[in-house]
């Protein structure tokens, strides 16, 4: 399966957990997950085009597309419970494939939103069109990418693209009208986010008709990262 990457296989497990990253992401950013989760839970991480394994690949134009081609990779995994998980324009990601999965009759068992705004609210930064230099400057500001990459010029050309088209997919996403979600929701913020408020975190609860939760953590854009295991395991609690 070209899109998911299984860092600890484990064929007894009762759920899987897929993951999505944030703009610039890959896969990888859930690669110490599996030491903290326990062993009913099986992770996988999604990787999109043109980055990592996958770099050269034409970049997702669309959030309809992108969708549609995880949730038909996610096929051959559906035959047990499961939850999906995303961070930033993940979190988005996620919901999208969710809201496909539900209309084919197979929704999964929760999902896990973090350091998102709601996909109803605004999202016109225009990051995208930043030229290099102030777009690493935001970089920077959020934190995720690492300062000796982005400080690497030759680096930065490798790395930069797939970043710009990211974020070029987060702003150009249009929320579709539609029922809310049969599928519980839980939102998981950092309290000084710059990109998110936690009442822009909350609205996320307009979009479910079933549970809804609300973790917020003390950090920034990048929150989970040193509170990996406090993240994890809200996450497991909530499964």
Known sequence: MTWLRCPRPRPAATTRLICFAHAGGSATAYRDWPALLPDTVELYGVQLPGRADRYGEPLPESMDALAAAVAGEL???????????????????????????????????RLFASGCAAPHERRDRGYAEYDDDRLVAVLNRLGGTEAEVLAHGELRKLVLP???????????????????????????????????????????????VSDFSMAVFPGGHFYLQPLRERVVAEVTRRI
Request: charged content about 20%; cysteine-free.
């Open 75 to 109: 096929a051959p995994l559906l035959d047990r419970r499961f939850a999906l998980f995303g961070h930033s324009l993940g979190a988005l990601v996620a919901y999208e494939v969710t809201r496909l999965l539900e209309g084919r009759g197979t929704g999964p068992a």
């Open 162 to 208: 797939y970043v710009r088209g990211d974020f070029r997919l987060a702003e150009k996403y249009l929320h579709r009208p539609g029922l809310p979600l049969r599928t519980p929701i839980s939102v998981l913020v950092g309290d000084a986010d710059p990109v998110v408020t936690p009442a822009q975190a909350k609205a996320w609860e307009a979009h479910t």
